[in-house]
């Protein structure tokens, strides 16, 4: 299972303009497709979120898959619809990440050689230009955990065979 820190984009309808169906209602984020995150969600697509609201005291674990599009993936064309609005919703500074050098790897003697400062003019920044390393990410909620500490509620949903189904449990 993919474990690690990621910043949520939004929702999938929120990069399409079409969209219908549950699938619509993924979490995006975004990464390298050169990061451990792609191994990782290529060898086990499962995974968790969690959230906790200190102001309501509310704790959210969200359960579910992951699924990835990127320069080189064939499905969806959806995906890759997101995936290019995602991109053009993301600051010119921020898509100049995806030409640096592979994430994680070792900084060179040469580290100040310019290679993380890309130029916001750069032609390769355009929005017509998704970087061939950006990788819109997706997460699909299959189950949803939800703890109101406050009251000591706990309600969780299910997806079960494509119903979403609500029990009240125990804390």
């Not at 990464?31 to 990782?40: A, C, M, Q, V």
């Not at 060179?108 to 390769?124: H, M, Q, R, V």
Request: hydrophobic share 35%.
């Amino acid at each position: 299972q993919f474990r690690g820190t990621v910043v949520i984009r939004g929702f999938l309808d929120g990069f399409l303009e079409r969209c219908a169906g549950r699938e619509c209602d993924a979490l995006v984020f975004c990464t390298d497709n050169r990061s451990s995150k792609i191994g990782e969600i290529a060898r086990d697509a499962r995974g968790e979120m969690a959230w906790y609201f200190p102001e309501t005291r509310e704790q959210f674990r969200v359960t579910g898959t992951f699924a990835t599009q990127s320069a080189t993936t064939t499905s969806a064309v959806e995906g890759d619809d997101a995936r290019q609005a995602l991109w053009v919703k993301m600051r010119r500074g921020a898509r100049g990440q995806f030409l640096w050098p592979s994430p994680g790897g070792a900084r060179t003697e040469d580290a100040d050689s310019g290679l993380w400062n890309i130029d916001e003019d750069d032609a390769s920044l355009d929005d017509e230009r998704v970087g061939e390393h950006f990788t819109l990410v997706s997460f699909h909620a299959s189950r949803i955990d939800h703890l109101a500490l406050r009251t000591n509620e706990r309600i969780v949903h299910e997806d079960i065979n494509g119903e979403w189904v609500t029990t009240r449990v125990n804390p």
